[in-house]
């Protein structure tokens, strides 16, 4: 099996900043992308950033605030600037090749939640 765990979200003040981290671990062969989806209340699921070997992608609503990269498993999200639409729960996911399989299936972490207060 494999597991992300999210961490690092909380309750800020807008204007100020967060880092997010997300650890893979588990039956990894190896990992292809690595991301971060917000889910706002009443809202569908949105791509924030993803990150492939050297090569990003962020949204529109974030660039020039956050951050993405990565150290092996983990991927981080730095979110500077923060805006009270930045609320949401976010979510890691990884596209995974498990140990004696041939695929990269796409996992998700449980999310972590983050308030932004005006």
């Known amino acids: 099996q494999v597991q992300l765990v999210e961490s690092g979200g909380g309750l800020v003040q807008a204007g100020e900043s967060l880092r997010l981290s997300c650890a893979a671990s588990g039956s990894i062969f190896s990992i292809n992308a690595m991301g971060w989806y917000r889910q706002a209340p009443g809202k569908e699921r949105e791509l924030v950033a993803t990150i492939t070997g050297v090569n990003t992608n962020y949204a529109e609503s974030v660039k020039g605030r956050f951050t993405i990269s990565r150290a092996k498993t983990t991927v981080y999200l730095q979110m500077n600037s923060l805006k009270v639409e930045d609320t949401a729960v976010y979510l890691c996911?990884?596209?995974?090749?498990?140990?004696?399989?041939?695929?990269?299936?796409?996992?998700w972490g449980k999310g972590a939640l983050v308030t932004v207060s005006s």
């Open positions: 996911y990884a596209e995974v090749k498990r140990i004696g399989y041939s695929l990269y299936i796409p996992y």
